[in-house]
């Protein structure tokens, strides 16, 4: 209910949004972002995994080892500004992220609101609330990509993306998903796509040994092999895979026509590099995650409004925009649910505690998160990946 709370008059707001002047959509955007970012901070400590930041960062308790640096210093600094007050600094923390992916939205041309209510549901108990570190790695890469759209700077992007893997290392995937989309043969860029990562995902299902061992000297490997421990590699398909498989197979048979539109060429084989990656989501759990950068650029390109006008570009003309219409709404439900469908979800559909008070009460987080840790990891502690 809390993601469908604020959905709901996002959505209403999409259905006129063109219809705003400049001043009118300022007040709008304004007043959404902090309702947001108030909504989230207050019920930011219902989840499990803000018990163990709090543990450890407070304790300062081998932050550097359990986190990436560039979150550590980051927080650190968050803390700093807010007297040690864990919950000011998660309200400074959605006051930054929410304003660096506010900026970015005001330099294109799109239904905001759309945009933000499908973020929400797809990524508003998961990304948003619970795994802050890929949340603002996932809005700096989307910053970037962004950019990279229009000055074609491949040493920025790399920096960016460095800058964006300080807090997420799951950012570092962005850069030979870039390289793969500069393949300027469309059947070669299909090809090659397709068959390295299914390469890189045999190699995980059947490689165990190899990625151990490389996890002795690498970050990025050290969390490939804390996520395969955490969640033991099965053969499965689910909802959301198969949907993904349609997508893929669509985009392979119709790519000629898909590709013709060249202002959004790079953007289309981003979701498409994304797609064939999540098809082994299934076996690989985690890759589901690696996914977060790609969906973002799913749901930019699918609120995108033609620059001649405020209509958008895959609005409902034809029988092939209202399949894929109805194809966009069927996954953005299949994503809200499947967090339901996890029975460790820390999150019930009914559940609206809002701690407006208590996430700045030093004493009584503390309590909380005592309880939480308690009743999540036995009394023990624990990382967060």
Partial sequence: MFILINVIPLLLFSL????????SKQVIRSTIWGVLIISFTAFYINGVDWSIYYSRFLND??????????????????????????????????????????????????NEPLFISALLMVFGYTLILEQLRQFIACVI???????????????????????????????????PAI????????????????????????LLIFGAGLVAFLAQFNFAFKKILFYIEQNPIS??????????????????????????????????????????????????????RVTFYFIFIAIFVF??????????????KSYNTLFLNLYFFTFLVFCFF?????????????NLNYYTAAVFDEREIGRIANVVLDKALGGESNNVQ
């Fill in 235 to 288: 053969i499965q398909f689910g909802w959301l895979n198969i949907l993904t498989f349609l997508y893929v197979v669509f985009y392979i048979y119709y790519s000629y026509q898909i590709e013709k539109k060249q202002e959004l060429l790079l953007l289309n084989r981003i979701i498409f590099v994304g797609a064939v990656i999540y098809l082994y989501s299934g076996a690989i759990t985690f890759l589901a």
């Fill in 179 to 202: 390289l793969l989309c500069k393949i300027k043969n469309r059947k070669i860029f299909i090809a090659v796509t397709v068959s390295s990562i299914s390469l890189f995902a045999f």
């Fill in 303 to 316: 609120t995108l409004y033609a620059k001649e006008s405020y209509r958008r570009i895959f609005e409902v």
């Fill in 16 to 23: 006129i949004w063109g219809r705003f002047n400049t001043g």
């Fill in 61 to 110: 308790d081998d932050l550097y080892l359990a986190f990436e640096p560039g979150f550590v210093i980051f927080f650190k600094l968050l803390l700093f500004l807010s007297g040690n007050n864990f919950g000011i600094a998660i309200l400074l923390f959605y006051m930054f992220v929410f304003t660096m992916l506010g900026y970015n939205l005001t330099k294109v041309k799109i």
């Fill in 141 to 175: 890469i989307f910053a970037i990509i962004i950019n990279y759209c229009k000055s074609h700077s491949l040493p920025r992007l790399i920096i960016g993306t460095i800058i964006a893997a300080s807090m997420h290392v799951s950012a570092l995937i962005i850069i």
């Fill in 338 to 350: 499947s967090y339901f469908r996890n029975t460790s979800a820390p999150v019930s559909f009914i």
